[in-house]
Protein backbone atom coordinates (compact mmCIF):
# COMPACT_ATOMS: atom_id res chain seq x y z
CA UNK A 1 0.00 0.00 0.00
CA UNK A 2 1.31 3.53 -0.85
CA UNK A 3 2.60 5.56 2.10
CA UNK A 4 -0.21 8.29 1.97
CA UNK A 5 -2.27 9.45 5.30
CA UNK A 6 -5.42 11.83 5.89
CA UNK A 7 -5.79 13.29 9.42
CA UNK A 8 -8.03 13.82 10.85
CA UNK A 9 -10.21 11.03 9.86
CA UNK A 10 -13.72 12.47 11.07
CA UNK A 11 -14.53 15.66 12.69
CA UNK A 12 -17.10 17.81 13.68
CA UNK A 13 -16.88 21.56 13.81
CA UNK A 14 -19.13 25.19 14.05
CA UNK A 15 -19.80 27.24 11.01
CA UNK A 16 -17.70 29.95 11.05
CA UNK A 17 -14.51 28.28 12.09
CA UNK A 18 -11.35 27.37 10.10
CA UNK A 19 -10.56 23.75 9.72
CA UNK A 20 -7.30 21.87 8.23
CA UNK A 21 -7.07 18.62 6.77
CA UNK A 22 -3.39 17.10 5.90
CA UNK A 23 -2.65 14.90 3.44
CA UNK A 24 0.98 13.07 3.98
CA UNK A 25 2.81 10.62 1.93
CA UNK A 26 6.14 8.60 2.38
CA UNK A 27 6.20 8.24 -1.91
CA UNK A 28 8.41 11.49 -2.40
CA UNK A 29 5.26 11.90 -5.77
CA UNK A 30 5.21 15.64 -7.22
CA UNK A 31 1.42 15.39 -7.62
CA UNK A 32 -1.13 15.70 -5.08
CA UNK A 33 -5.08 16.30 -5.09
CA UNK A 34 -7.61 17.26 -2.71
CA UNK A 35 -11.66 15.71 -3.86
CA UNK A 36 -14.42 16.46 -1.95
CA UNK A 37 -17.43 13.21 -2.40
CA UNK A 38 -21.27 14.03 -2.38
CA UNK A 39 -24.02 11.81 -3.19
CA UNK A 40 -25.10 12.58 -6.94
CA UNK A 41 -21.58 14.37 -7.65
CA UNK A 42 -19.19 12.08 -7.70
CA UNK A 43 -15.68 13.25 -6.83
CA UNK A 44 -15.02 16.94 -7.30
CA UNK A 45 -11.33 18.30 -7.41
CA UNK A 46 -10.76 21.40 -5.16
CA UNK A 47 -7.58 22.10 -5.67
CA UNK A 48 -3.88 20.39 -7.27
CA UNK A 49 -0.67 20.60 -6.56
CA UNK A 50 2.26 19.84 -9.40
CA UNK A 51 5.51 20.50 -7.28
CA UNK A 52 5.82 22.37 -3.62
CA UNK A 53 4.57 25.67 -3.59
CA UNK A 54 2.88 25.07 -7.13
CA UNK A 55 -0.56 24.85 -7.06
CA UNK A 56 -4.21 25.26 -9.04
CA UNK A 57 -7.80 25.49 -8.50
CA UNK A 58 -9.92 22.68 -9.38
CA UNK A 59 -13.98 22.69 -10.33
CA UNK A 60 -15.20 23.74 -6.62
CA UNK A 61 -12.47 25.65 -4.92
CA UNK A 62 -14.34 28.23 -3.65
CA UNK A 63 -14.04 28.39 0.21
CA UNK A 64 -10.94 26.52 0.28
CA UNK A 65 -7.10 27.05 0.36
CA UNK A 66 -4.21 24.95 0.30
CA UNK A 67 -0.91 24.79 1.10
CA UNK A 68 2.33 23.00 -0.05
CA UNK A 69 5.47 23.87 1.72
CA UNK A 70 7.31 20.53 1.03
CA UNK A 71 6.86 17.60 -0.65
CA UNK A 72 5.21 15.68 1.73
CA UNK A 73 2.45 17.48 2.74
CA UNK A 74 -0.74 19.07 0.96
CA UNK A 75 -2.79 20.78 3.67
CA UNK A 76 -6.50 21.92 2.65
CA UNK A 77 -7.84 25.23 4.80
CA UNK A 78 -11.83 25.82 5.03
CA UNK A 79 -11.25 29.59 6.30
CA UNK A 80 -14.59 29.49 7.86
CA UNK A 81 -16.72 26.19 7.78
CA UNK A 82 -20.34 26.51 6.13
CA UNK A 83 -22.54 23.54 6.34
CA UNK A 84 -22.37 23.31 2.66
CA UNK A 85 -18.90 22.03 3.12
CA UNK A 86 -20.19 19.08 5.13
CA UNK A 87 -18.27 16.17 2.92
CA UNK A 88 -16.02 13.27 2.81
CA UNK A 89 -12.48 14.38 1.33
CA UNK A 90 -10.34 12.45 -0.09
CA UNK A 91 -6.36 12.85 -1.04
CA UNK A 92 -4.65 11.63 -3.86
CA UNK A 93 -0.84 11.39 -4.98
CA UNK A 94 0.50 10.24 -8.47
CA UNK A 95 4.59 10.57 -9.21
CA UNK A 96 4.07 11.16 -13.11
CA UNK A 97 1.43 12.02 -15.91
CA UNK A 98 -0.87 11.14 -17.01
CA UNK A 99 0.72 8.05 -15.76
CA UNK A 100 -1.22 4.60 -14.08
CA UNK A 101 -0.66 5.12 -10.68
CA UNK A 102 -2.74 7.11 -8.29
CA UNK A 103 -3.07 6.30 -4.59
CA UNK A 104 -5.99 7.96 -2.87
CA UNK A 105 -6.25 8.42 1.12
CA UNK A 106 -8.61 6.85 3.33
CA UNK A 107 -11.05 10.02 3.78
CA UNK A 108 -11.58 12.68 6.02
CA UNK A 109 -15.51 12.76 6.62
CA UNK A 110 -15.82 16.73 7.68
CA UNK A 111 -19.56 17.69 9.70
CA UNK A 112 -20.15 21.66 9.50
CA UNK A 113 -23.33 21.85 12.23
CA UNK B 1 -11.44 21.90 -20.52
CA UNK B 2 -11.61 18.73 -19.86
CA UNK B 3 -14.95 17.02 -19.21
CA UNK B 4 -15.85 13.06 -18.22
CA UNK B 5 -19.54 12.25 -18.09
CA UNK B 6 -21.44 8.75 -16.94
CA UNK B 7 -25.11 8.58 -18.37
CA UNK B 8 -25.72 5.59 -16.38
CA UNK B 9 -26.65 6.01 -12.91
CA UNK B 10 -27.44 2.68 -11.59
CA UNK B 11 -26.86 -0.68 -13.51
CA UNK B 12 -27.82 -4.10 -12.79
CA UNK B 13 -26.50 -7.14 -14.16
CA UNK B 14 -26.92 -11.11 -13.11
CA UNK B 15 -24.06 -12.89 -11.54
CA UNK B 16 -21.43 -14.44 -14.19
CA UNK B 17 -22.94 -12.00 -17.02
CA UNK B 18 -20.71 -8.97 -18.62
CA UNK B 19 -21.74 -5.58 -18.04
CA UNK B 20 -20.47 -2.43 -19.77
CA UNK B 21 -20.30 0.52 -18.13
CA UNK B 22 -20.03 3.45 -19.99
CA UNK B 23 -18.07 6.82 -19.79
CA UNK B 24 -17.60 9.23 -22.49
CA UNK B 25 -14.89 12.35 -22.22
CA UNK B 26 -14.06 15.62 -23.94
CA UNK B 27 -10.31 16.77 -24.20
CA UNK B 28 -8.59 18.54 -26.44
CA UNK B 29 -5.26 17.52 -25.63
CA UNK B 30 -3.65 14.32 -27.60
CA UNK B 31 -1.72 13.05 -24.54
CA UNK B 32 -3.86 11.38 -22.05
CA UNK B 33 -4.57 9.04 -19.71
CA UNK B 34 -8.44 7.41 -18.16
CA UNK B 35 -8.89 5.54 -15.69
CA UNK B 36 -11.06 2.96 -13.77
CA UNK B 37 -12.11 3.14 -10.38
CA UNK B 38 -13.80 1.19 -7.56
CA UNK B 39 -15.01 2.18 -4.68
CA UNK B 40 -17.43 -0.07 -2.60
CA UNK B 41 -19.09 0.24 0.24
CA UNK B 42 -16.32 0.24 2.59
CA UNK B 43 -15.58 4.15 1.16
CA UNK B 44 -11.67 3.31 -0.31
CA UNK B 45 -11.04 4.22 -3.90
CA UNK B 46 -9.79 1.11 -5.75
CA UNK B 47 -7.89 1.29 -8.96
CA UNK B 48 -8.80 -1.10 -11.56
CA UNK B 49 -7.51 -0.27 -15.10
CA UNK B 50 -5.43 2.47 -17.23
CA UNK B 51 -5.74 3.28 -20.70
CA UNK B 52 -3.24 5.68 -22.62
CA UNK B 53 -3.94 7.82 -25.25
CA UNK B 54 -1.23 6.75 -27.20
CA UNK B 55 -1.90 3.10 -26.41
CA UNK B 56 -2.72 0.39 -29.70
CA UNK B 57 -4.19 -2.20 -27.72
CA UNK B 58 -7.05 -1.87 -25.13
CA UNK B 59 -6.32 -2.40 -21.87
CA UNK B 60 -7.13 -5.52 -19.61
CA UNK B 61 -6.75 -6.26 -16.15
CA UNK B 62 -8.34 -9.83 -15.16
CA UNK B 63 -12.24 -9.60 -15.62
CA UNK B 64 -11.86 -5.98 -16.17
CA UNK B 65 -11.24 -4.32 -20.23
CA UNK B 66 -11.40 -1.30 -21.30
CA UNK B 67 -13.04 -0.35 -24.29
CA UNK B 68 -11.16 2.43 -25.76
CA UNK B 69 -12.96 4.34 -28.72
CA UNK B 70 -10.44 7.44 -29.35
CA UNK B 71 -12.75 8.77 -32.30
CA UNK B 72 -16.05 8.52 -30.67
CA UNK B 73 -14.40 9.85 -27.02
CA UNK B 74 -15.63 6.45 -25.35
CA UNK B 75 -13.56 4.60 -22.69
CA UNK B 76 -16.19 1.99 -20.72
CA UNK B 77 -15.40 -0.07 -18.66
CA UNK B 78 -16.35 -4.08 -19.43
CA UNK B 79 -16.66 -7.10 -16.14
CA UNK B 80 -17.13 -10.32 -17.84
CA UNK B 81 -18.59 -12.82 -15.21
CA UNK B 82 -19.67 -10.13 -12.84
CA UNK B 83 -19.38 -11.17 -9.06
CA UNK B 84 -21.27 -10.37 -6.38
CA UNK B 85 -18.86 -8.29 -4.52
CA UNK B 86 -18.67 -6.66 -7.76
CA UNK B 87 -21.26 -4.55 -6.27
CA UNK B 88 -19.92 -1.34 -5.82
CA UNK B 89 -19.87 2.54 -7.53
CA UNK B 90 -17.59 2.84 -10.41
CA UNK B 91 -15.79 6.43 -11.27
CA UNK B 92 -14.10 6.81 -14.94
CA UNK B 93 -11.32 9.65 -14.47
CA UNK B 94 -9.23 11.23 -16.89
CA UNK B 95 -5.88 13.30 -16.78
CA UNK B 96 -3.91 15.20 -19.13
CA UNK B 97 -0.34 14.98 -19.61
CA UNK B 98 1.54 18.20 -17.86
CA UNK B 99 2.87 20.61 -20.50
CA UNK B 100 -0.23 22.20 -21.10
CA UNK B 101 -2.34 24.16 -18.46
CA UNK B 102 -3.15 21.51 -16.90
CA UNK B 103 -0.40 19.78 -15.15
CA UNK B 104 -2.05 16.69 -14.55
CA UNK B 105 -5.36 17.59 -13.52
CA UNK B 106 -7.50 14.83 -13.34
CA UNK B 107 -11.13 15.14 -13.27
CA UNK B 108 -13.78 12.33 -11.96
CA UNK B 109 -17.30 11.64 -13.56
CA UNK B 110 -20.22 11.42 -11.59
CA UNK B 111 -20.61 7.43 -11.12
CA UNK B 112 -22.25 4.33 -12.13
CA UNK B 113 -23.82 2.33 -8.82
CA UNK B 114 -23.51 -1.22 -10.22
CA UNK B 115 -25.72 -4.11 -8.22
CA UNK B 116 -24.97 -7.59 -9.36
CA UNK B 117 -28.01 -9.93 -8.25
CA UNK B 118 -27.65 -13.29 -7.47
Known amino acids: DAGITQSPRHKVTETGTPVTLRCHQTENHRYMYWYRQDPGHGLRLIHYSYGVKDTDKGEVSDGYSVSRSKTEDFLLTLESATSSQTSVYFC????????????FGEGSWLTVV | AQKITQTQPGMFVQEKEAVTLDCTYD???????LFWYKQPSSGEMIFLIYQGSYDEQNATEGRYSLNFQKARKSANLVISASQLGDSAMYFCAMREAAGGTSYGKLTFGQGTILTVHP
Open chain 1, 92 to 103: AISESVPGNTIY
Open chain 2, 27 to 33: TSDQSYG
